[in-house]
């Protein structure tokens, strides 16, 4: 099935191919900041995708992926309101990480602020050579409100966080990646052709364990680790335990199924 459709207006497209949607930040003529409007509908969009879809490409149309919050709300902003602001974001991001679907980001040009924080949720992402990663919220006399401060130094360390948003230090796709902010580089224009490679392998894996890795592992993380480890040991006995699972098992012993390695090639 091969289902284009415009759905949310003009702000979200997205597009369904068989097991993979690819949903689309549309506004690029505003290189993609996220308003208000625009994080509600990317929130109903997730929330509305079909049962039939196993994993998520998100991405931005023209150069830029984010330049982050759409900076005109701010202006009549009041302390209350700006903490409503974020309650909203969170909840609208909470959608991507930790919804049913992996997320695959492709990132080209400015991943900056919220933007930054967006591509965060995700659980892969993927960077065209032409991005660069910044938190100009400094220079712009606010803070990170979209999350970041948990997400982004959960993925780069509270001290990479506090020099980029003290300096405006902006980093380019090799050096997100040598942090590992970001997962893989491609070449400019290549960016979706990887995150459909590696959305078709995501899509092979067993439902369940691909649900115990986004709900169950990021528990896992935030606990003490004699927690940590009887969590682990339920969710292992619960995936294990499942019939597809012990086909899987049987399909590599009886020598019917692919060696490690074999099929993908990071
Ligand atoms: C915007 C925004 C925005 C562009 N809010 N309108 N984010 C930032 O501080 C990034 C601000 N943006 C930029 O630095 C540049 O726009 C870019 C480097 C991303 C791209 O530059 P360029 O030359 O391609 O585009 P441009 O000409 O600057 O922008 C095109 C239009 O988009 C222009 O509007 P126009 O009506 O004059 O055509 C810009 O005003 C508009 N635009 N970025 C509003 N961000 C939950 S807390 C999160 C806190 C943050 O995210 S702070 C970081 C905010």
């Known amino acids: 099935m091969n289902t284009p459709s415009q759905t949310e207006g003009q702000l979200i497209n997205v597009h369904i191919d068989a097991a993979i949607a690819t949903v689309t930040l549309n506004r690029p003529e505003k290189r993609n900041a996220l308003s208000m409007p625009f994080v509600r509908q990317l929130q109903a969009c ?76 995700a659980h892969v992402r993927v960077a065209e050579d032409s991005a660069y990663f910044g938190l100009p919220e400094g220079q712009r006399g606010i803070f990170l409100g979209g999350g970041g401060s948990v997400r982004v130094t959960k993925l780069i360390g509270f001290s990479r966080v506090t020099e980029m948003m003290l300096t405006g230090h902006v980093l380019n796709a090799t050096e997100a990646h040598a942090i590992g902010l970001v997962h893989y580089v491609t070449p400019a224009g290549e960016g979706m052709r990887k995150a459909r490679e590696l959305a078709a392998r995501i899509a092979t894996n067993a439902p369940l364990s691909n649900y115990a890795v986004l709900s169950v592992l990021p528990l896992i993380a935030e606990q003490p680790m004699s927690h940590g480890l009887m969590t682990e040991q339920l969710i292992a006995a619960i995936t294990q335990g499942a019939p597809e699972a012990k086909e899987r098992v049987h399909a590599f012993l009886e020598k019917r199924a692919d060696k490690v390695g074999m099929a993908v090639n990071p």
């Open 46 to 121: 997730f929330e509305a995708l079909p049962g039939s879809v196993r994993v998520v490409i998100l991405n931005g149309a023209g150069a830029h992926f984010c330049a982050g919050l759409d900076l005109s709300e701010l202006s009549e902003t009041n302390a209350g309101e700006g903490m409503q602001h974020s309650m909203l974001w969170y909840e609208a991001f909470a959608k991507v990480q930790f919804g049913r679907l992996p997320v695959i980001v492709v990132m080209q040009g400015a991943v900056v602020g919220g933007g930054l924080e967006l591509a965060a949720t």
